[in-house]
């Protein structure tokens, strides 16, 4: 798929704009910059005798175009570049000599879209865009290791419309770094900067290795405020971790990954108060001579205590299978494509020092049991604020601690409006750290404030 997809795209969206130039052609642009700075200590492996206090400002801007053929046919295209100013610098990379960058300018989306319209409609995205559904349980983030300077895929979507049901097929292929589009960088070397990791090249990371899938989702709406959904994916993974594995790596685990998912999520209310929410898949696959098999999900209960403030209470859990470290299959969850901070920001770097298949894997989420209560509520038509707590737990010790508790996390968000274009959100976040880890354990934060302008 991987040489052949870019130059598919490319004959079909020239096909597809040649045969529209007969029509008038809208053109629609926008913009936005978003400044955040972000403070985090001691959030990789929960010991202040350790070397781990970074803050830094980053800087993201983004400029898109959307040019409409017709009501069937438009193209759309966004440029971004995040990169980051470092206030604080961990000794280590002092050492190291290393600097800031302006890092990379890459295309966020370029797609051509077509849909055919009528009472059902088929619609047909080819290209890099961006693809969510639910709460981002199983697909979200095509690029783990960039933040969230993007979260695009390389993919095809086509899907079919008939009443309240939908049915998507998906064809992803997200690789290891972007060399498919062009791009300006101002990295030269990996190694010499500032931020997240990159290549040798000086190319941004964005996931371990090549990572390839098809799927199928349904999507079918009971009533007003009820949703069911189901899914099939068939996806493929390369080992080639960014950071070094661990040293006893076996023969499985430097192996190709071939795993099926099957999953559904419901969305139902229970009466005017209540709310229930609830998504859960299982998975198998080989790895080598390995078996794969594992299974994951949640179950949020929703109950609205101030209807005037939107109040809700809601009591949850999220539960992700554990790899078995006495058996030679594989049983920890896979989060597909969604190794984003779904969960928790300060949370997602501390999966680096776990032995997750013998790899170091960022923002990957498996072996967790976690119950948490979260409390959302609108001050004003301006500010809007929510309280969280989860209590982690793993189903297997395999960190360097001794126990199966990972430890407990505050978190506080404020969301503020300040205008149409201006908004912004100030977070608070501080994890206890549990026997999970190894001794001294200490408490983690991750403060972060930010302001985004809007201009479409």
Known sequence: MKPLLPRFLAVAILLATLSQLSAAPSFKWGFQERLRHEYMNNNLDFNADKDDEQGYFRIRTSAW??????????????????????????????????????????????????????????????????????????????????????????????????????????????????KRLPKYKFTKEGGKYLGLPKSYSGDQFLNDGLEEALGLYFTKKLNAASQMEAYYFYKTEEPNYVLPPFPKMT???????????????????????????????????????????AYGGYANLSYTVLPQKKGVVTGGLYLLSGDDPKTDNVEGWNPLFSRWPKWSE???????????????????????????????MVINPKIDITFWLHHLNAFYATSSGTGKTRGDEIQLWIRFKLSKQLTGHVLFDYFIAGDFYAPPQSGASFIRGELMYTLQ
Do not use: C
């Open 65 to 178: 175009a959307q040019v409409e053929f017709s009501k069937n046919l438009l193209i759309r295209t966004q440029l971004n570049n995040e990169f980051r100013y470092y206030t604080i610098v961990r000794q280590s990379d002092k050492d190291a000599g290393k600097k800031n960058t302006l890092d990379e300018v890459i295309f966020e989306h370029l797609y051509l879209r077509y849909a055919t319209g009528g009472p059902n409609p088929f619609t047909l995205i080819l290209g890099r865009q961006n693809l969510m559904y639910g709460e981002g349980f199983i697909l979200m983030d095509g690029a783990p290791w960039d933040g969230s300077r993007t979260i695009y895929h390389d993919a095809v979507k086509a899907s079919y419309q008939q009443g309240d049901m939908t049915i998507d097929f998906l064809a992803i292929s997200n690789p290891r770094l972007d």
């Open 251 to 293: 023969e499985t685990q430097k192996s190709k990954l071939y795993l099926n998912t099957v999953g559904f999520r419901l969305v139902q209310p229970l009466s005017n108060s209540f709310k229930l929410t609830t998504e859960w898949a299982v998975q198998q696959g080989k790895q080598e001579k390995a078996d794969v098999s």
């Open 346 to 376: 300060l949370y997602i770097y501390s999966h680096t020092i776990e032995n997750i298949g013998g790899g170091r894997k960022v923002g990957y989420w498996t072996n967790t049991l976690a119950p948490n209560v979260r409390f959302d």
